[in-house]
């Protein structure tokens, strides 16, 4: 049976069909929360974050129209909820929480204690890199080396330029270098 596509699955669900909404947050939910949990260093804020993008995406569902790939309408009003989130934050004086990494630690590293808390003590300095990275350039790195965007995907995500995307991406890299040296990165 072939997958249905994401805007068919819209398009039902302006016609009133929720198991097709219902299908729709399945999909993204999990690649959502992630994007909002580097953007916001927060599970418990990410998790809030992406259930009101799904408020939202189902409020103003009858507005949608396919002009662009779902995903990068859906990730524009993720990263849109989280600016403002960050912003108002920082307006209230309110620090970010810590980072909780959601992923599954493979099972072949399970069986390796050490290599266990190696991978640990990894991700927790490329976090802790993320989280000192500038709002701009901590979201195209998270949308082009973690969700795998390409890059016209996330000009439209973000409402730039191809090339202005390309110029974020090497600063962010350059500057999450920078920060995982800093952190003890040449140990790692």
């Known amino acids: 049976m072939q997958e249905v ?3 068919e699955l819209v398009a039902r669900a302006q016609g ?3 198991n097709a909404f219902a299908e729709i947050v399945r999909r993204y939910q999990t690649p959502v929360i992630h994007f909002c949990q ?3 260093g927060s599970a418990q804020d990410a998790e809030d974050m992406a259930q009101d993008c799904f408020m939202r995406l189902h409020r103003y569902l009858d507005r949608l129209q396919p002009q662009a790939k779902f ?3 859906l990730f524009g009003m993720a990263r ?3 600016l403002n989130h960050l912003r108002d934050t920082k307006r209230r004086g309110r620090g970010q929480h810590e980072s909780v990494d959601v992923r599954p630690v493979p099972a072949s590293i399970n069986a390796h204690p050490d290599r266990q808390a190696r991978l640990r003590e990894i991700e927790g300095a490329l976090e802790e890199g993320l989280a000192r990275l500038s709002a701009e350039h901590r979201e195209v790195l998270v949308l082009r080396e ?3 965007m390409d890059y016209d995907a996330i000009a439209a995500v973000v409402h730039c330029r191809k090339g202005t995307v390309k110029s974020r991406l090497a600063r962010a890299r350059e500057q ?5 040296v800093a952190l003890g990165g040449e140990a790692l």
Do not use: P
Request: aromatic letters at 4%.
């Open 5 to 7: 596509d994401d805007w």
């Open 80 to 82: 849109q909820l989280t």
């Open 146 to 148: 973690i969700q795998g």
């Open 176 to 180: 999450l270098r920078q920060q995982l």
């Open 16 to 18: 009133g069909d929720m």
């Open 71 to 73: 995903s990068t309408v």
């Open 38 to 40: 580097r953007m916001l």
